[in-house]
């Protein structure tokens, strides 16, 4: 069986050429990052057709239903979130 080897040279080159690539993928172009203080909510549809709406603000609680996720906010220590404003 004949097996085609990529040569050493050949296989450094495509590999920097895929970091540059990503690298110039990953610069932002915005000149403001975060939501504009008057920006209007983000709208998308899902696969059915139904509007959902992203607000601009953040949530106020945070409501765990398991056990598991209640502890991982305890250890961020955001156990007492809803109560500050």
């Not at 949530?59 to 996720?69: A, E, F, K, V």
């Amino acid at each position: 069986m004949f097996y085609r080897v990529i040569s050493y040279r050949l296989s450094l080159l495509l590999l920097l050429s895929c970091f540059v690539l990503l690298t110039a993928c990953g610069q932002n172009s915005s000149p403001a990052a975060g939501p504009q203080p008057g920006a209007t909510p983000t709208v998308a549809l899902d696969a059915y057709g139904t509007p959902i709406i992203f607000p601009t603000t953040p949530p106020q609680r945070i409501i765990s239903l398991l056990p598991n996720t209640s502890e991982i906010l305890g250890a961020l220590q955001l156990q007492g979130a809803s109560c500050r404003r």
